[in-house]
DNA sequence: ACAATAGTGTCTCTTAGACAATATCGA
DNA sequence: TCGATATTGTCTAAGAGACACTATTGT
């Protein structure tokens, strides 16, 4: 049996400048060195528990983060996607706040826009394009977003969130409503009174039991 | 780096005296040889495009079954799981009407209620759940339980198929309303006469545009 | 005619969204 | 006080579920 190339790749996404960013990283080795590319890494069997393991690891290592939120997105595979042979590469999508993206070690952590990365290697832009339709998905009926903010925010915050994650505007009664039905927020005492010259908004943070936990909705936040 | 062993999977289920059942084989070789577990088997290099072709391969092979529908469920992966060592295997499932399953080639092919299989190797009854659970939630806003169904259904027929996978009875003005927005059926002429001292009921089939695509719903079909 | 289930009309109640009133800050 | 945005109250409209009525078959 020919061997199968195993590694992880993970799909690190923001929100920055209105829109969602992805981390690529300059390859160190061939195939496609230094080209932008997804973190990823061979699968380490004597190191890695598990293909979660291993994209944790790949994830730490190549650009300091340990995110609270990586979910599996989808194994990807086949013949064609790698010059070296068949391959397999199952895929973790992170999401976290984008202040704390920053430079780890040698390696440059840039974000690009996820409409506007190009040229790509392997089949990256294809598990880009996946893991943002499944974030955007995820958003219309779950918490997911939350992860996107940082410790605490405010409602309108989180609600600007939501509506550049769908792509239009949102109620703002239902989103309360939403919110609030989910039961995962609480308030912190003191208001953002920062950059605002008119009332100030309530910060909320997430309650601790749901840190690592989504709450859905049957009924969607936007119906349109 | 030592070897990943790589395999797929195949959840094949279908809908059978009142509930979902899976088909499971007695494995051929070592380890638990013998013993009944899951369709699976290695990824092929050189035979299988990709992983799900694979998992075609294996389902045919092994089954003697094409399934319509066949998606990847999740990839299951660790150090623990097969004692051959540091496994990973692509988990597919597949939806069927219990008519087209029959006894193929030498091996024997039977069916099993998801909620009493016991004794399963590898983490086989952690692959069923996890597949148990994304059908019957796919169930709840989508047109994933036709593929239960055969070729041409009746309306009240595709209802208890999905009250059956929901657990819960559904309004069945409700469920019309929703199945019509779906706009993937169409009647066939021709009543069901069968069995009924009773009206009989318009027989409906797939849209043939539909015979591979799910149909969405932002509401639910049993908000509950 | 009767029993049984299919299919449809309609009313009600829930809830999403519109609208608007009030609250609270900086200038 | 004015401008701006946060927060809350309330009305309206769309849609889900309840109920019941009609339709069509076998016995």
Chains 1, 2 share one sequence.
Request: glycine share 10%; hydrophobic share 40%; with cysteine.
């Amino acid at each position: 049996m020919p061997d199968i190339i195993s590694t992880v790749d993970v799909i690190l996404l923001t929100l920055k400048d209105g829109g969602l960013q992805v981390v690529l990283l300059e390859r160190e080795h061939e195939p496609y060195a230094g080209v932008l590319a997804l973190p990823g890494g061979y699968i380490h069997p004597g190191e890695d528990a598990d293909a979660e393991a291993a994209a944790e690891r790949v994830l730490r290592d190549k650009t300091g983060i340990v995110s609270p939120y990586l979910e599996q997105l989808a194994t990807f595979s086949g013949r064609g996607r790698d010059p070296r042979g068949w391959s397999l590469s199952v895929c973790y999508y992170a999401l976290v706040p984008h202040g704390v993206i920053g430079n780890a070690g040698r390696t440059q952590v840039s974000l690009y826009p996820v409409d506007a990365v190009r040229g790509l290697p392997f089949d990256h832009a294809r598990i880009i394009a996946a893991a943002v339709e499944r974030v955007k998905n995820k958003s219309s009926y779950s918490s997911l977003p939350v992860y996107l903010c940082g410790e605490t925010f405010t409602l309108p915050q989180l609600q600007a969130v939501y509506e550049t994650l769908l792509g239009e505007p949102i109620n703002k009664v239902s989103f309360r409503r939403k919110i609030e039905a989910f039961d995962i927020l609480e308030p912190v005492r003191g208001a953002l009174a920062t950059g605002g010259a008119h009332r100030p908004a309530q910060l909320y943070r997430l309650k601790p039991r749901y840190h690592k936990q989504l709450s859905l909705t049957d009924r969607g936040l936007n119906a349109g």
